[in-house]
Each structure stands twice: as structure tokens, then as C-alpha cells.
């Protein structure tokens, strides 16, 4: 599974050159609002962007050590092209969708479209997640064997 490790690889290390890129946009914000209103730094639309920029390079890191630890699995190659697709569905959420809502602005409704699948994206990485742990585990637990 080699392939699909360095796919992730640079998935990630891509992921994290977008995430670091995109720092300016917020360093122009913070920087905006100081000079003219500091209570925008309080804002929705900033507190996400923030927020979005974070877990972009935190998926940025999970893509990395997935196709790292991806020899370490028991699980097979099917199984390990859904979970990438999986960690993909979290990268997307976290980089794109949390900009959109942020664009969207805040919501006093529980028939939000946007949380709503941002929240089943972010549920497949949970899922990717927990079946690659359990994964490594099984092969540790086979190794001990």
C-alpha cells in the first residue's frame, strides 16, 4: 500500500502549505480590526476562520501520519482507500465548509443544510479514525501474538 501512503503524504503536506497560505487572510483581518473595531475579533466570521485555518492543518497532520502508519494496519487496501476518502471528507469540511459558514454567518435554527453536512463529513473522519486505530491495533495485538 504504498501508493496510497504517499498519497497521503503529500495530500497532507499540500493541505498544510493551503493552511499556512491562508494565515494571511487572517493576519489581514486581526490587523484590520485592531486599527478600526477590536470587538470584530470577537466576531462569528472570525472566531471560524480562526477555527477553520486551525483544523485545516490539523487534517493537513492527520493525512501525513495516516500514510505514514498505513503499513501499520491490518485492515485491507479497500478499507484503507475508504478511510482516506474519510479523512478527505474532514479535510473538506474543516478547509471549505467552515469558510462557508463562517460567509454564511450564524444560525438560530436546527435545520442548518451547512452544519448538517459538515457534521456527517467530520463523522467520516471520526469513523476513518477509529477504524485505522483499530487497525494498528489488531496488527500489535497479531505481532504479540
Same mark, same amino acid.
Not at 17 to 27: K, N, Q, R, V
Given at each position: 500500500?504504498?501508493?496510497?501512503?504517499?498519497?497521503?503524504?503529500?495530500?497532507? =503536506?499540500?493541505?498544510?502549505? =493551503?493552511?499556512?497560505?491562508?494565515?494571511? =487572510?487572517?493576519?489581514?483581518?486581526?490587523?484590520?480590526?485592531?486599527?478600526?473595531?477590536?470587538?470584530?475579533?470577537?466576531?462569528?466570521?472570525?472566531?471560524?476562520?480562526?477555527?477553520?485555518?486551525?483544523?485545516?492543518?490539523?487534517?493537513?497532520?492527520?493525512?501525513?501520519?495516516?500514510?505514514?502508519?498505513?503499513?501499520?494496519?491490518?485492515?485491507?487496501?479497500?478499507?484503507?482507500?475508504?478511510?482516506?476518502?474519510?479523512?478527505?471528507?474532514?479535510?473538506?469540511?474543516?478547509?471549505?465548509?467552515?469558510?462557508?459558514?463562517?460567509?454564511?454567518?450564524?444560525?438560530?435554527?436546527?435545520?442548518?443544510?451547512?452544519?448538517?453536512?459538515?457534521?456527517?463529513?467530520?463523522?467520516?473522519?471520526?469513523?476513518?479514525?477509529?477504524?485505522?486505530?483499530?487497525?494498528? =491495533?489488531?496488527?500489535?495485538?497479531?505481532?504479540?501474538?
Amino acid at each position: 500500500m504504498p501508493r496510497l501512503g504517499l498519497f497521503n503524504i503529500a495530500l497532507g =503536506f499540500g493541505v498544510l502549505f =493551503f493552511a499556512a497560505s491562508a494565515g494571511i =487572510f487572517l493576519s489581514n483581518d486581526v490587523t484590520k480590526y485592531i486599527v478600526h473595531d477590536k470587538e470584530l475579533l470577537d466576531s462569528w466570521s472570525y472566531i471560524l476562520k480562526r477555527s477553520a485555518h486551525a483544523h485545516t492543518n490539523l487534517f493537513g497532520m492527520l493525512h501525513v501520519l495516516f500514510g505514514l502508519t498505513i503499513p501499520y494496519s491490518l485492515l485491507n487496501s479497500k478499507m484503507k482507500l475508504a478511510q482516506t476518502i474519510g479523512f478527505g471528507c474532514g479535510t473538506a469540511a474543516m478547509a471549505f465548509g467552515m469558510l462557508w459558514q463562517a460567509w454564511q454567518g450564524p444560525r438560530d435554527s436546527i435545520y442548518d443544510a451547512t452544519g448538517f453536512i459538515l457534521g456527517t463529513l467530520l463523522s467520516l473522519s471520526l469513523l476513518a479514525m477509529i477504524t485505522h486505530a483499530a487497525g494498528v =491495533f489488531a496488527k500489535f495485538n497479531k505481532r504479540e501474538a
